[in-house]
């Protein structure tokens, strides 16, 4: 039996694509507003990248239907999809908090690969062209390493904070 993508399955890509292009346009302006303004849009960014997230998630597991990937890939979704969507939220909320720009990497990486791997476990041209040990083995690597950012972000501030303090205490 041909596996096809279905008329829901194609609506919550385009709909993932939409929120995924509104989250990294917010981002990109998100410096421009007051602080009560950047508050605000920082809700919106967050609210739009946990529903992106669940998006994902559905689609994944929709993808996951045709068994294609090994055990190990399947436990490694079930733990850092929501891991990456928790790092993607936070990344979101420290960038409303003027955090290093680097951190939009999360939210605009992340859903790339994790759509690809969904579309990749559904189109079977796909699956014969790239074994799923290598899409499963880069995605899953290198969301976990993405997924590290922004627990990195706040701890590069504090050092930062603690040199400057550090050489006005001794100059």
């Known amino acids: 039996m041909a596996r096809t993508l279905g008329t829901l399955t194609v609506v919550m890509l385009v709909v993932a694509v939409l929120l995924w292009g509104l989250t990294l346009a917010g981002l990109a302006s998100l410096g421009r507003e007051d602080p009560a303004g ?14 992106l997230w669940l998006l994902l998630g559905a689609l994944l597991v929709i993808g996951a239907r045709t068994r294609t990937a090994p055990t190990w890939a399947g436990l ?31 939210p605009a990486l992340v859903p790339v690969l994790l759509g690809a791997l969904a579309l990749w476990q559904l189109v079977p ?45 001794t100059g």
């Open 125 to 169: 041209a796909w699956q014969a062209r790239v074994p799923v040990s290598t899409v499963a083995t880069v995605v899953w690597t290198t969301v976990a390493l993405v997924s590290v950012l922004p627990v990195a972000a706040p701890l590069t501030r504090a050092r930062r904070a603690q040199a400057a303090r550090a050489a006005v205490d």
């Open 38 to 51: 950047r508050g605000l849009a920082t809700v919106f960014l967050v609210a739009w990248t946990i529903v």
């Open 76 to 106: 490694a979704g079930l733990l850092l999809h929501p891991v990456s969507g928790a790092a993607a939220v936070a990344a979101v909320a420290m960038f409303g908090d003027r955090q290093p720009g680097w951190l939009v990497v999360v």
